[in-house]
């Protein structure tokens, strides 16, 4: 039987919650849901396996916190955002002030939190790749919402383009977004030190440019066949 903490124990740690938080979400980010145990956490956070238990019930209900703190203000950053974005008159700012309400939040969500927006998109990065079940329905609880008033919008600025397109598209949108947050040094080191990779202000509008450009692509049954190349005579 897992013991829980005493109130002596709750009282003389008033910020154990907050360290059990912080030491699953860097643990998880690491090493994935499905390797880290609760004993893990506990011993990160210098708590007891109880502590864990008493404040998050199941290590399935520390993952879904951590989604909560992270993401009820990104999400709400988002909508009010996108709300904004979808009064402008002008069709090419539309578009790119929606996908700036989808960008700009996760650059800045978190900041406030030990690790910030990086760790935690390195975290969401790790949970859609490892295809963990319970990581796969909290995902969706969290972010199929405004994933679709997104994919919408973009679909009322885009008419022309299958939503189904724009789906793909927003897809490649948000792994352009995880790299970015989460390996912003390749940038600096490709540029050879001429663009700093965590500079977010630019971040933010290189990936707003290159997003716009590629919703605006023609879709794929109208785009122009490729070239066939010449045939090479084998005679010589």
Same mark, same amino acid.
């Given at each position: 039987?897992v013991?829980?903490?005493t109130s002596?124990e +709750?009282?003389r740690?008033?910020?154990?919650?907050?360290?059990?938080l912080?030491?699953?979400?860097e643990?998880f980010?690491t090493n994935?849901?499905?390797?880290v145990s609760v004993?893990?956490i506990?011993?990160? /956070?210098?708590?007891?396996?109880?502590?864990v238990?008493? $404040?998050?019930k +199941?290590k399935d209900?520390l993952l879904?916190e951590?989604?909560?703190? #992270?993401?009820?203000?990104?999400?709400l950053r988002?909508?009010?955002?996108?709300?904004?974005?979808r009064r402008?008159?002008?069709?090419q700012?539309? =578009?790119e !002030?929606i996908?700036r309400a989808?960008v700009?939040? !996760?650059?800045t969500?978190?900041?406030d =939190?030990?690790g910030g927006?990086?760790?935690?998109?390195? *975290?969401? /990065?790790v949970m859609s790749a490892e295809?963990?079940?319970?990581a796969?329905?909290?995902?969706?609880? +969290?972010?199929?919402?405004?994933? $679709?008033?997104f994919?919408?919008?973009?679909h009322?600025s *885009?008419? #022309?383009?299958?939503?189904t397109?724009?789906?793909?598209?927003? #897809?490649? *949108?948000?792994?352009?977004?995880y790299?970015s947050?989460v390996t912003?040094?390749r940038v600096?080191r490709?540029s050879r030190g001429?663009?700093?990779g965590?500079d977010? /202000?630019t971040?933010?509008?290189?990936?707003v440019?290159? +997003?716009v450009?590629?919703f605006? /692509?023609p879709?794929l049954?109208? !785009?122009?066949?490729?070239?066939?190349?010449p045939?090479?005579s084998?005679?010589?």
């Amino acid at each position: 039987m897992v013991r829980k903490p005493t109130s002596k124990e +709750t009282a003389r740690k008033p910020n154990m919650r907050e360290a059990i938080l912080a030491a699953a979400e860097e643990l998880f980010a690491t090493n994935g849901f499905n390797a880290v145990s609760v004993r893990d956490i506990a011993h990160a /956070a210098g708590a007891n396996p109880g502590s864990v238990t008493y $404040h998050f019930k +199941t290590k399935d209900g520390l993952l879904l916190e951590i989604y909560r703190r #992270h993401c009820g203000p990104m999400n709400l950053r988002r909508s009010e955002l996108l709300a904004a974005a979808r009064r402008v008159r002008d069709l090419q700012d539309r =578009l790119e !002030a929606i996908v700036r309400a989808y960008v700009v939040p !996760a650059f800045t969500s978190g900041s406030d =939190l030990a690790g910030g927006g990086a760790r935690f998109t390195r *975290l969401r /990065a790790v949970m859609s790749a490892e295809g963990n079940e319970v990581a796969r329905k909290i995902i969706a609880q +969290t972010f199929d919402d405004t994933s $679709h008033a997104f994919i919408d919008a973009v679909h009322e600025s *885009l008419p #022309h383009i299958p939503r189904t397109e724009i789906v793909w598209r927003s #897809h490649f *949108l948000l792994g352009a977004l995880y790299y970015s947050l989460v390996t912003p040094d390749r940038v600096s080191r490709l540029s050879r030190g001429e663009a700093d990779g965590g500079d977010a /202000a630019t971040a933010i509008e290189q990936l707003v440019q290159a +997003t716009v450009a590629a919703f605006q /692509a023609p879709p794929l049954d109208h !785009a122009a066949p490729a070239r066939r190349r010449p045939v090479v005579s084998s005679k010589t």
